[in-house]
């Protein structure tokens, strides 16, 4: 089992960034890619960044590219999700995923199997 905790969400105006962590405790995580989705009121879960096991491969949301970077410390079994030029359509719950069997940075919400608790993200217009 691999547990996942966010951290770092919070309220920022427009055009100000947040710093995103998800610490993994349990079982190794560093051979399987992980994640970030959001879900807005009354939307659905959407898939925002991933990074692949060994941290050389990423992608990104069109949504997002550009304004966020998402990274990882395995040393410290953490993952970030820099976020710069905030809007306000990026407000929403933010989830910290993992895949138990997928190395590779996918968009697919169907390879992920850890979820985190999700941390707030309120960006003012």
């Known amino acids: 089992q691999v547990q996942l905790v966010e951290s770092g969400g919070g309220l920022v105006q427009a055009g100000g960034s947040l710093r995103l962590s998800c610490a993994a405790s349990?079982?190794?995580?560093?051979?399987?890619?992980m994640g970030w989705f959001r879900q807005a009121p009354g939307k659905e879960r959407e898939f925002v960044a991933a990074?692949?096991?060994?941290?050389?491969?990423?992608n990104y949301a069109d949504s997002v590219l550009g304004r966020f970077t998402i990274s990882r410390d395995s040393a410290k079994n953490t993952v970030y999700l820099q976020m710069d030029s905030l809007k306000a359509e990026d407000t929403g719950v933010y989830y910290c995923?993992?895949?138990?069997?997928?190395?590779?940075?996918?968009?697919?919400?169907?390879?992920?199997?850890?979820w985190g608790q999700g941390t707030q993200v309120t960006v003012s217009s």
């Open positions: 995923t993992a895949s138990r069997s997928s190395a590779s940075a996918s968009n697919l919400e169907g390879l992920y199997t850890y």
């Open positions: 349990g079982r190794t995580f560093t051979s399987r890619a």
């Open positions: 990074i692949s096991w060994g941290g050389g491969s990423t």
